[in-house]
């Protein structure tokens, strides 16, 4: 059975770190293109961050995060994480991460972010 589980939101200041995680069960992270997205009540949902195994250095990240998120995997504890930097108000959202996974898509249930003072 596929199952994703995000964690590490919270509550940060403006201009602190997160870091996310997002670990994988029931099948590999390395067959998979691996993404996160982020959803508030004021916006659609963005993806911010994709990883595709197959490539080296296939990452890319939406320009909204670009120079402050970074978005890695581990292939051997089958965990892609988030890391943020530089946390803005705009940045608050339930975060989820994905599976495309055999041509099915698999999510998370979410991790709430919120940057507040």
């Known amino acids: 059975q596929v199952e994703l589980r995000e964690s590490g939101g919270g509550l940060v200041q403006p201009g602190g770190s997160l870091r996310l995680s997002c670990a994988a069960s029931?099948?590999?992270?390395?067959?998979?293109?691996m993404r996160w997205f982020r959803q508030s009540p004021e916006q659609e949902r963005e993806k911010i961050a994709e990883?595709?195994?197959?490539?080296?250095?296939?990452?890319t990240l939406a320009e909204s995060v670009k120079g402050r998120f970074t978005a890695t995997v581990d292939y051997v504890a089958n965990t892609i994480s988030l890391e943020m930097n530089n946390l803005t108000p705009d940045d608050t959202a339930v975060y989820y991460c994905?599976?495309?996974?055999?041509?099915?898509?698999?999510w998370g249930k979410g991790t709430l972010v919120t940057v507040s003072s």
């Open positions: 029931g099948f590999s992270m390395y067959n998979s293109i």
């Open positions: 990883i595709i195994n197959v490539y080296e250095d296939g990452t």
């Open positions: 994905s599976a495309h996974y055999q041509s099915r898509e698999y």
